[in-house]
């Protein structure tokens, strides 16, 4: 085993110093929109928005025929019911998100190919057999939306056309992408010019420049870039279950930096999103129910906040539904809280993110790699100082200590380990059962809070590989 790296961190506030952009409290994503009239993922969805500080909700289907949104009269004119779509959107309001609202996927009556579809909820992936139809679809959805809710409203809300075009959520061509988004955008913008209209929402972060080239050389409306990354090689839903083959922290940042160039070389500032992402693509791999996601979770999220403006992670809940449901306590999937409301320790690593102060605080000495690294904050009087730390699955444990001015003095330290802040690894002590007894419930809950040192009196700590630590620092009163 290669030797323990040791690095020292010097923390030292600045004036003026910038305030943190956030974007990891953008938002998540819920799979398919019908889901959210299930009681018990509103209740996941609440907690993301209280305890996540979570703004946004994202999800495939909202014109999917189990909607209903879209029909055809016996004489073959289009019919548009907007109950349902309310109904979804009305339960995502009472939670207190706000839609980003994904424009997917093609009701039958309008598709070129009905039988071409996509997971278990058979979403329709065919382009339209008339784009001028699918144009006065979204015209009309849009105008819906905005008597029913205000434009004051409409206003604070996202529109993205489509779903991850370039891979099998999409039967065209590019071309016939960058056309249904020129037309979906159009609508949009006509119905309210100040509504955000953006995409192309594409997976592996493909298409960027290019989409923005179309849209510059059309004159086509954009407000916004989104794109999708996943640090696996799994090009899509059933590739792999169980171990998953991960390309590592310095690829996603990478990935991250070159989308950001891209967009400021044609659109300089333009907001970017990152619609989709977690630690792996196939939808029951174990990594997402480790304590190592939440080292891989906090260092993409200090990527993003350096070169994107927003976080919609995959997925906020395990009641899901794309490759069938799946009860048991743990089996691999996404989301940040499981099916028994447990969070899990991708739950704990953006509750550290909520907590951090305002504005940002510059570290020295941070690792050059993503593997390991810290972000900082300070509390806008300059009293506080929180320092979120990982160090990701690669071998050896990091040592760090603190080098901090002499006023301030460490009060507080968390941790997520392995059985705290993690309740993985305590279900597989448990011997993995499928069904939970209201002990091992109570058990489990108490595995996935993260371990809290009150009295942390040094400046250094060690973190093993696949952990994250929240180290606080305050200043020493004065007394006069």
């Known amino acids: 085993m290669p030797p323990s790296p040791t690095s020292t961190l010097v923390v030292c506030p600045v004036p003026n110093p910038k305030p943190l952009k956030r974007g990891w409290a953008l938002g998540a994503n819920t799979c398919h929109a019908p889901m959210v009239m299930r009681s018990d993922l509103q209740a996941h969805m609440r907690r993301s928005r209280e305890e996540l500080g979570f703004r946004y909700w994202r999800a495939h289907g909202t014109l999917s025929d189990d909607v209903a949104v879209y029909s055809l009269s016996a004489q073959g004119t289009p019919q548009y019911t ?68 205000g434009g004051e409203e409409l206003k604070t809300w996202i529109f993205e056309v489509w779903n991850e075009p370039n891979i099998p959520f999409w039967r065209g061509t590019r071309e016939e992408y960058f056309t249904l988004y020129e037309h979906a955008a159009r609508a949009v913008k006509s119905v309210h010019s100040g509504l955000r209209v953006g995409g192309p929402a594409t997976a592996r972060a493909e298409w960027v420049g290019e989409f923005l080239d179309f849209c510059t050389a059309h004159d086509v409306p954009v407000d916004f870039v989104s794109t999708h990354i996943y640090p696996s090689d799994l090009a899509f839903l059933d590739a792999a279950e169980g171990e998953v083959d991960l390309l590592g922290m310095d690829f996603l940042h990478q990935h991250f930096a070159r989308v950001r160039k891209e967009v400021d070389v044609r659109f300089p500032g333009m907001p970017v999103y990152w619609g989709e992402w977690n630690s792996s693509a196939g939808p029951l791999a174990e990594n997402h129910d480790t304590c190592e996601n939440a080292a891989v979770i906090a260092s993409a999220l200090a990527g993003m906040e350096r070169w994107a403006d927003g976080s919609l992670f995959w997925n906020l809940s395990d009641i899901y539904e794309e490759c069938q449901f799946h009860f048991s306590p743990f089996h691999g999937g996404y989301g940040l809280l499981t099916v028994d409301h447990l969070p899990k320790a991708a739950f704990r690593a953006f509750e550290f993110f909520h907590r951090l102060e305002r504005d940002a605080l510059p570290v020295e000495g941070a690792p050059e790699t993503a593997e390991r690294g810290v972000i900082g904050s300070v509390s806008e009087d300059g009293g506080r100082l929180s320092l979120i730390l990982w160090n990701t699955c690669a071998p050896g444990e990091w040592r760090v200590t603190f080098e901090v001015p002499d006023s301030y003095h460490p009060v507080a330290l968390e941790r997520i380990l392995p059985g705290c802040g993690s309740a993985y690894e305590t279900w597989t002590a448990m011997g993995r059962p499928l069904n939970l007894s209201p002990e091992q419930q109570q058990a489990l809950q108490a595995a996935s809070v993260p371990e809290t040192v009150s009295d942390w009196e040094v400046t250094s700590l060690t973190l093993p590989p696949g952990t994250v630590a929240f180290a606080v620092f305050e200043m020493t009163p004065v007394y006069g």
Not at 109 to 130: C, E, F, K, M, V
Not at 135 to 142: D, G, H, I, P, Q
């Open 82 to 149: 907007f109950s349902g779509l309310k109904r979804i959107l009305d339960a995502v309001l009472k939670t207190g998100l706000k839609p980003f609202l994904e424009l997917s996927f093609m009701p039958a009556a309008l598709a070129r190919d009905p039988a071409q579809t996509i997971t278990h909820y058979r979403g329709i992936t065919s382009p339209p057999n008339d784009f001028t139809r699918w144009e006065a679809l979204v015209r009309e959805v849009t105008a819906f939306l905005l008597r029913t809710y």
